[in-house]
């Protein structure tokens, strides 16, 4: 069965760095392209990235260019979001996705499937 499964979240503060997985069973890992996005109470969810089947096309979100970069590793079934100098605006729950074209979409309704999702708190 697909399985997504977000970690490395937590609490940490402002122009602190946190690096999120998400470790991807159940499916053809590389047939995928894969997307993060975040969703902070009461606001719509958000794209903040995204990485193409083969990792050789990234894609970011306006608020995040220049802070954060997405990976993945084939090997390891895994995608990576690595964040540097977090802002109390990133504060959210953060999910990948998996999305079966090429290089993904920011849009969030293309996406096939889920994780649970990883709360990040950024502290002022």
């Known amino acids: 069965q697909v399985q997504l499964v977000d970690s490395g979240g937590g609490l940490v503060q402002a122009g602190g760095s946190l690096r999120l997985s998400c470790a991807a069973s159940g499916f053809t890992f590389s047939s995928y392209a894969m997307g993060w996005f975040r969703q902070a109470p009461g606001k719509e969810r958000e794209f903040v990235a995204r990485?193409?089947?083969?990792?050789?096309?990234?894609y970011y979100g306006d608020s995040v260019k220049g802070r954060f970069t997405i990976s993945r590793d084939n090997v390891k079934n895994t995608v990576y979001l690595r964040m540097n100098s977090l802002k109390p605006e990133d504060t959210a729950v953060y999910y990948c996705a998996a999305d079966r074209s090429v290089s993904g979409s920011s849009d969030y309704h293309t996406y096939d499937y889920w994780g649970q999702g990883t709360q990040v708190t950024v502290s002022s």
């Open positions: 990485i193409s089947r083969a990792g050789g096309a990234t």
